[in-house]
């Protein structure tokens, strides 16, 4: 017939009622049922994007305060802002046993004397750090006494 949609362009209706028992339904009456539900989802998904980009938008119209462009390009790409690693020009053993080379410092002395040495760090334990790298390398550092270490002399 002319000016008539075919089968497949007309929009299914749902044949299957809501608390209806689907034991009775055909395969055919729950594949129809199927592609109603999956259609109504996802025009409900676009709708919901829709307005989360239209969110976005007012997000991006008033990110004019702390963090400016940065934070409308953190916004845009959906990341948060990472901080950048230090790059120190010594590792942390290597520090610590300049530091250590002359004399004997507590852990909490060895971090602030390295910081002073030039290490820089944004950790907020680095003396939980310095610990550790005191403790994992007894090839560099020898204990004094409890919670005192010192470089271990090289002898050639």
Do not use: W
Not at 3 to 30: C, F, H, N, Y
Not at 101 to 122: F, N, P, R, W
């Amino acid at each position: 017939m002319p000016g008539s949609r075919s089968q497949q362009d007309q929009k299914p209706t749902a044949m299957i009622e809501v608390g209806q028992d689907l034991s009775s339904a055909s395969l055919g009456e729950l594949q129809q049922e199927l592609q109603v539900r999956i259609k109504d989802l996802q025009t409900r998904r676009d709708a919901l994007v829709s307005e989360l980009q239209a969110v976005d938008e007012q997000l991006l119209a008033h990110a004019g305060g702390p963090g400016g462009e940065e934070a409308q390009r953190a916004m845009q790409s959906g990341y948060r802002r990472v901080q950048q690693r230090i790059a120190n020009e010594q590792c942390l053993a290597e520090a610590l046993v300049e530091v250590l080379s002359a004399q004997v410092l507590s852990v909490t002395e060895a971090a602030a004397a390295v910081q002073d040495h030039g290490y820089q760090t944004t950790s907020p334990n680095f003396r939980t750090i310095v610990n550790q790298t005191l403790i994992s390398h007894t090839d560099r550092f020898e204990r004094v006494r409890r919670g005192h270490y010192t470089a271990v002399t090289q002898s050639d």
